[in-house]
């Protein structure tokens, strides 16, 4: 019998009720993962193929990817993985520093026993992921866990931008806690972090900017 692949990857079948956002959420690990690489063409024949859709919700599907930056959709060429240079990692994380540290700053004044009851929860949760090794875990509870902090600042539009942000560092962050070994040193900054942001101490946004800015650390190997 014929195996296809689909088959040969075990692929779960994709929920008929919200096939662009489920198929979307697919073809995003397997880019943050790095079964599609920097400048792989993702194509659209194929992937309907290999789902059983129309090219319709795969098309939608690259949209919203090329809204997180994770592809660009050329003429002609269809979807690419987009190539993430040097400068541009660097831009990214001094992004990420500029705008955390600046809500978390205006979350401060405000942050609460529940607000850090949440953020514990998925603290927890991420460290569960860290010593599973469940690296498809890692990037969204840790930007849950970021998020939670920033929550009392009630600023939405900060947070929209924030998380495309981090969707596009995500595949970097994994690649350098797996290479180095830092699972460990974002664990205990982690909580440095959630301490300072109970007491409410302004040095929180200090140490949040350090920590972000560390992270963008990479590797030479990849950051090239």
Known sequence: MKVTTREA??????????????????????????EFKDGDPIVQEA????YEVSRMPVREALRQLE???????KTHKG???T????????????????????????????????DAAAAQD???????????????EWGKLNWQFHRSLYLPANRPETLSVLEGINIQV?????????????????EREHRDLLSLCTERNPT??????????????????ISA
């Not at 075990?10 to 790095?34: C, F, K, T, W």
């Not at 809204?67 to 959709?73: D, N, R, S, T």
């Not at 998925?122 to 498809?136: H, I, K, M, S, V």
């Open 47 to 50: 992937i309907a193929e290999e």
């Open 67 to 73: 809204g997180q930056g994770l592809v660009a959709l």
């Open 79 to 81: 979807a690419i993985v």
């Open 9 to 34: 990857r075990s692929v779960n079948p994709i929920a008929r009720q919200s096939l662009p956002d489920a198929i979307a959420v697919e073809l995003r690990e397997r880019i943050l993962n790095g």
């Open 122 to 136: 998925f603290l927890n949760q991420l460290e569960g992921a860290y010593q599973r090794r469940d690296t498809a």
């Open 204 to 221: 929180a946004v200090d140490y949040l900017r350090k920590h972000i800015l560390d992270a963008a650390k990479l590797p030479s190997s």
């Open 83 to 114: 190539s993430m240079k040097k400068e541009k990692v660097s831009e990214l994380f001094d992004l990420r520093a500029l705008l955390e540290c600046d809500i978390l700053a205006r979350a401060l004044p405000h942050f609460g026993p529940s």
């Open 170 to 186: 995500e595949r970097f962050i994994r690649v350098q806690l797996v290479m180095t070994g830092a699972v460990a040193a974002a």
